[in-house]
């Protein structure tokens, strides 16, 4: 069970590139998350999904696009990045029902633009 | 706005020092509260939560944290803290009816010195 991975680890973009951070899960969770952190900010959500086809926005989505066409999948898509999304991305995921809310993390993508 | 407040950014203990970090939320509803560790280099990993019933709740690595509704406080403790609890702590709130969406507080990193 490798649980909740992220790849790359670690990434430097100029403005104006595109890209996307992959997110995977084995754990058939319905639910999966995007957050970025940010110091003294915590993390912050981007966007989520609670299911095959179906995405919604969080707190801070502008900049980032998402779609989930596996329950394991959920990769996030910067469009144009911009030296504000200088950040470490973390992809999270959970069950629905009673064991809900308790996320799993990944190790997280650091990202640097220049 | 609803928020998640730690008003504790950094603090420095020497071992066997009893640790307590304060963590306040702003939602008027019912809610599930969280706290997660951050160990330099890793991912997060949850420490503790509280759905309901009693308001005193164990985590691993002795840690507890107490639920006070009244003051809408879900703090963090543990008797003695060691050199290896060096992290950063974070508090995470899901209101009940926000499905599995975490507001994250802004993070206390905590520092133990041998």
């Known amino acids: 069970n490798a649980g909740v991975t992220q790849t790359p680890k670690f990434q430097v973009l100029k403005t104006g590139q595109s890209m996307t951070l992959q997110c995977a899960q084995d754990?058939?969770?319905?639910?999966m998350s995007w957050y970025r952190q940010d110091p003294g900010m915590g993390l912050r959500l981007i966007h989520y999904?609670?299911?095959?086809?179906?995405?919604d926005q969080g707190e801070v989505p502008n900049g980032y696009n998402v779609s989930r066409s596996t329950t394991e999948d959920f990769p996030l898509r910067l469009l144009s990045a911009a030296p504000s999304q200088t950040s470490v991305y973390f992809c999270?995921?959970?069950?629905?029902?009673?064991?809900?809310?308790?996320?799993?993390f990944g190790p997280g993508t650091r990202l640097t633009v220049t | 706005a609803q928020s998640v407040s730690q008003h504790n950014h950094h603090v420095i203990l020497s071992e066997a020092a009893s640790l307590e970090l304060g963590c306040n939320y702003s939602?008027?509803?019912?809610?599930?509260l969280f706290w997660y560790v951050q160990y330099p280099g890793q991912h997060l990993q949850l420490l503790l939560k509280?759905?309901?019933?009693?308001?005193l709740v164990k985590g691993i690595k002795g840690f507890e944290a107490e639920f006070i509704k009244s003051k809408f406080s879900f703090n963090l403790r543990k008797p003695s803290v060691q050199w290896s609890d060096t992290a950063e702590y974070f508090c995470?709130?899901?209101?009940?009816?926000?499905?599995?969406?975490?507001?994250f507080g802004g993070g206390t990193r905590l520092m133990v010195k041998p």
């Open positions: 999270a995921s959970s069950y629905e029902g009673v064991k809900s809310y308790e996320q799993y």
């Open positions: 754990m058939n969770h319905e639910y």
């Open positions: 999904s609670v299911g095959a086809g179906i995405t």
């Open positions: 939602y008027g509803g019912t809610v599930n």
């Open positions: 509280y759905f309901s019933g009693d308001p």
């Open positions: 995470a709130v899901n209101p009940n009816n926000a499905g599995n969406m975490l507001t």
